[in-house]
């Protein structure tokens, strides 16, 4: 069946740091993948998705490019602000035989310090 | 913009209570969820729904059951509450493709 690993947190940083936030998958067919954002005491929202291999999503300053060839989207962003910090999703939704359900990765927790 | 509602954002029940968590989106989306979330899990699917009246099992549905009567509203039920049942809800709709998600009840079971 389906799977996401992405790197368990929690992740620190100070802000304006570097992040990355590694995800791999596993899928039958030719899955789309997303990342998902949950500030604290919301929902999840969507963050950004890409739906074919070398597609690269972006938005917020965030980005993820689609690797088919190492089956991973990771995510990243060149500058952080306290503001990011929030539980970052990985996750797959497979070709039509899955029909429209989402796989979740564990979640990544990301803390920006001033 | 998509709206998710949930009926609750807090409860607090004791073992063998029965609970309803009510989920209500305003898109007219075909699709509607429920999810719990663990920390370290993610998000597990509870159930879900293609269409009004129909619903199938996703990956935990033991102690779990779902309603759906109206397109725009699907429910979670749990007939007699336990403590493993102690957890984050989150109930989801879409069309085809993003999931929208509401914010979320926070259930705990003593």
């Known amino acids: 069946g389906n799977s996401v690993t992405q790197m368990e947190g929690p992740v620190t940083l100070s802000e304006e740091a570097f992040l990355t936030i590694n995800c791999t998958y596993t899928?039958?067919?030719?899955?789309?993948l997303f990342w998902y954002v949950q500030y604290p005491g919301e929902g999840l929202q969507l963050l950004l998705k890409a739906t074919k291999a070398d597609d690269k999503g972006s938005n917020k300053g965030f980005e993820a490019t689609y690797r088919k060839e190492t089956t991973s989207f990771h995510l990243e962003k060149g500058s952080v602000q306290v503001s990011d910090s929030a539980v970052y999703f990985c996750?797959?939704?497979?070709?039509?035989?899955?029909?429209?359900?989402?796989?979740f990765g564990g979640g990544t927790r990301v803390l920006v310090k001033p | 913009d998509v709206k998710v509602t949930q009926s609750s954002r807090y409860l607090v029940k004791r073992t063998g209570e029965k609970v309803f968590l009510e989920c209500v989106q305003d898109?007219?989306?075909?699709?509607m969820f429920w999810y719990r979330q663990d920390p370290g899990l993610g998000l597990r699917l509870i159930y879900f729904s293609y269409d009004v009246k129909m619903k199938e099992k996703g990956d935990i549905p033991e102690g779990y059951s779902v309603s759906r009567e109206k397109k725009e509203r699907f429910s979670l039920i749990l007939e007699s509450t336990s403590t493993n049942q102690t957890s984050m809800y989150l109930c989801?709709?879409?069309?085809?493709?993003?999931?929208?998600f509401g914010p979320g009840t926070r259930l705990t079971v003593l």
């Open positions: 996750a797959l939704r497979g070709g039509k035989a899955a029909g429209n359900k989402l796989t």
């Open positions: 989801a709709s879409s069309l085809w493709g993003e999931q929208f």
């Open positions: 898109m007219d989306h075909e699709n």
């Open positions: 899928a039958t067919g030719y899955p789309s």
